[in-house]
């Protein structure tokens, strides 16, 4: 599924380096380290009526990423608290939009491979635009399992969450030229491990596996489900799964910010076929939207 665009998209405003400009005029640096190696950390946030969901976790992963990646001049969580509560109010952003916050390593004095000639510190951008859940939540989405494998610790840690996403993009391709909706990744073992853009979760006889986080992004929507399916006695077991497993299991289904919790319905043109009649994605997904207020960090502005 092609995500739609909203024209209201056209007017807005975007933080940039410490500056709020209209969209046209928001722009990095040809020496960004974003631009000459993919050099930066981010996270989705989702706004939800006033509120960020599960913002603290976020930073907190936001951190840990340019901790490992040993960024330097990283903003403080108030300011950068300050500079999302600050596009919001200029966008008049409330509800239904989704935030892509980047933190680049930053400018640096001439094009190279090396952080010590990024001598202005770490480069905020925080562009928040008006976006619904990316899938459809009802229909669900089809997937493939791709030939391109989602790093492990091994190559390049899949516990910082960086912009370096050419691997996960190369696996869309695969998907969008198949005509579905999102490809699975393996790990190097064969093992699943996620979709390119969301993590993945089975249901077979009442208890729910998902894959460990090992080369898996350790999702926040990922870590809140497994919390909720405890706290109501949903067995939960992480273990390595291999693709049978997925296409013979009752339910499948993706969790991320950008989507909350949907249905797979088919993978490499296997239906997932609920034999048991089970409805554990549901029970989640309404408990899920429950804890959404909860769980929200509201911004005062
Ligand atoms: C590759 C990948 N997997 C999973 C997720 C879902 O993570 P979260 O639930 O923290 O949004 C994301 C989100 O950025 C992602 O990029």
Redesign the pocket.
Known sequence: MLQKYNPKNENIHIYVGGELLPRDQAKVSVFDSSVQGGDAV???LRIYNGGIF?LD??LD?LFASAKALAFEHIPSREIIIQAITQTLKKNGMYDDAHIRLTLTRGEKVTSSMDPRVNTKGSCLIVLAEWKPLVYDNEKGIRVISSSIR?NSPQFLD?KI?HAN?LN?IQAKIQANFSGVDAAI?LDDDGFVS??????LFLVKGETLFTPHADS?????????VIQIAESVNIHVIERNLSLTEFYTADEVFA????GELTPVVEIDGRKIENLTGSNVMENLMTAFKELISEKCYKLNY
């Open positions: 981010w996270e989705g599960c976790l976020h992963r989602r899949s969450h996403l996960n990744m996620e979709l390119n853009d969301t993590n898996c992004l350790h999702g926040i929507t990922r870590g809140l969790t991320g910010t950008m």
